[in-house]
């Protein structure tokens, strides 16, 4: 799908080198895709959130499953903003992060 959205912006030539990123969710999955570089420089990144979801693996020893919660989080910034806390934006900057839970 992010192909496709990005052959959508290619065609319209007042969004060409406008967007940076692509974003979407809620689709189990969490990734993200390098789409383009432009001739000025500018990238286009796909980030995919995933969502909030159950994860059920069988064991190595193929003698039951276990499950936990994966979650994937994508913080965009504007130029200026702090990125995680460390230092200011030059230009529009992502920052993804996956982790899980197991509580019991």
Known sequence: KAEEDLERLKSDPSLR???????????????????EVTDDKRECVYLNTGT?????EMGVS??????????????IYKPGE?????RKADYPAFEVWTGSLKDS
């Open 17 to 35: 080198g406008k967007i940076r990123y692509i974003a979407y969710g809620h689709t189990h999955q969490p990734q993200q895709r390098a789409l």
């Open 52 to 56: 909030w979801r159950p994860i059920h």
């Open 62 to 75: 193929k003698h039951g499953f276990m499950s936990w919660n994966g979650l994937t989080y994508t913080m």
């Open 82 to 86: 702090t990125i995680s806390g460390h």
